[in-house]
C-alpha cells in the first residue's frame, strides 16, 4: 500500500514532482486548506476506475435532500487504456474524503497529488 505523498506548488519555478505507481489500494493525506488536485494517470493497456474512499465518510445531508450516501467512495469516469489523464479537486469531492483515505481499484494508474 503506497503512501501517495504530495507536491507542494507554492512559489515560483519548476520543481520536482513526485509519482506512485498504484498497486489497488493507496493512502494519502487531504488537506482542504491546500487546494489539493490528484492527477491520475493510465500507462496500462485497459481502462481503469479508480474509487477514492473514506474510511468514516457515510452519508451527506443537502437541503431539501435528508441524506445520500458517500459510503461507497466516489468513483473517477474509466481512465482510457495507455494514454488516459484525469485530473480530480480534491476539495470537490471532500465529502468522500473523511478518515483514513485510500484509493481502490487503481492497479498500474500512476499518481501525482499537487497541493497549492
Known amino acids: 500500500m503506497p503512501a501517495i505523498v504530495a507536491t507542494s506548488m507554492l512559489g515560483a519555478g519548476s520543481r520536482i514532482i513526485t509519482e ?5 489500494t493507496d493512502s494519502f493525506t487531504f488537506n482542504t ?11 496500462t ?12 465518510a457515510t452519508t451527506v445531508a443537502f437541503d431539501g ?3 445520500v450516501s458517500v459510503a461507497a467512495g466516489y468513483a473517477t ?8 489523464v484525469v485530473a480530480v ?3 470537490s469531492i ?13 492497479s498500474g494508474l500512476t499518481a501525482t497529488l499537487l497541493e497549492y
Open 33 to 43: 486548506t491546500k487546494n489539493p488536485v490528484m492527477i491520475l494517470k493510465n500507462t
Open 45 to 56: 493497456g485497459a481502462p481503469i476506475t479508480a474509487t477514492f474512499v473514506g474510511s468514516t
Open 65 to 67: 435532500v435528508p441524506s
Open 89 to 91: 479537486p480534491l476539495n
Open 77 to 84: 469516469t474509466a481512465i482510457a487504456a495507455t494514454t488516459g
Open 20 to 24: 506512485t505507481t498504484l498497486n489497488g
Open 94 to 106: 471532500k465529502e468522500y474524503l473523511r478518515g483514513v483515505l485510500t484509493i481502490t481499484g487503481g
